[in-house]
Structures are given as structure tokens and as C-alpha cells.
Nanobody, 128 residues
Framework: QVQLVESGGGVVRTGESLRLSCTASGGSFTTWALAWFRQAPGKDREIVAA????????FVADSVKGRFTVWRENAKTTVYLQMHSLKPEDTAVYYC?????????????????????WGKGTLVTVSS
């Protein structure tokens, strides 16, 4: 059974940084595409970043481009989201997600991103 555990959330001030981690257990981590989503209060869940199985392709949403970076360490079955220059509008629950088909093309070409597994989320609060 696949489990995803996020960590690293917390309360920070505008302009500060946080690093989120998501460690997976079970399944074939090295073959998965991985993504970070977030959901702010009263808003829909949105994709923030994604990385292909090989780490050869990455995606970062325009709203966070230049501030957020995604990478993975397969040996640790962990994906990271480094967040710099945080803004109050970044406040949300951040979720780690798995698309088992591996490529970003498949992830973005699938209904609702074809997510197979979700973490429980970690809360990021950015105060002004």
C-alpha cells in the first residue's frame, strides 16, 4: 500500500522560505511522476509543481515561478518543494501526489491529472 507523508509546513512571514518534503512508502517510486498541489481556504485545489519519473522534466505554475523549485531524491523516495519569497497568497494546505504513469505529458493529459495517490497535506501559513 502506498503512503505519502508530507512535512515541513508551518507559519512564516512574508518573504521567508520553507522546504516541504514528501516521503513515499510502498510502490515503485522511481517510475512515478510526482506533483505538489495546494488548496487555499475557499478555493479549488491547484497544481503548483510537478516532476517526471526521471527528473528530466519539471513544471512550476506561473503563480510561483521563480520562487518555487521541485526536485526528487529517488534513493530516499522523497520529493521536495523549496519555496522562497513566500507571500500571504501562498497560504494553503500543500499536498503531495503521485501519477504512476511517470511522464508529465501523461499527468497533464489525464482527467484531473490522473492522480493515483494523495498525501494528507501540510499547512503553510504566510503572515503579512
Amino acid at each position: 500500500q502506498v503512503q505519502l507523508v508530507e512535512s515541513g509546513g508551518g507559519v512564516v512571514r512574508t518573504g521567508e522560505s520553507l522546504r516541504l518534503s514528501c516521503t513515499a512508502s510502498g510502490g515503485s517510486f522511481t517510475t512515478w511522476a510526482l506533483a505538489w498541489f495546494r488548496q487555499a481556504p475557499g478555493k479549488d485545489r491547484e497544481i503548483v509543481a510537478a516532476i517526471s519519473w526521471s527528473a528530466g522534466n519539471t513544471f512550476v505554475a506561473d503563480s510561483v515561478k521563480g520562487r518555487f523549485t521541485v526536485w526528487r531524491e529517488n534513493a530516499k523516495t522523497t520529493v521536495y518543494l523549496q519555496m522562497h519569497s513566500l507571500k500571504p497568497e501562498d497560504t494553503a494546505v500543500y499536498y503531495c501526489a503521485v501519477h504512476t504513469q511517470g511522464s508529465l505529458g501523461s499527468l497533464f493529459g489525464s482527467p484531473n491529472y490522473g492522480i493515483d495517490y494523495w498525501g494528507k497535506g501540510t499547512l503553510v501559513t504566510v503572515s503579512s
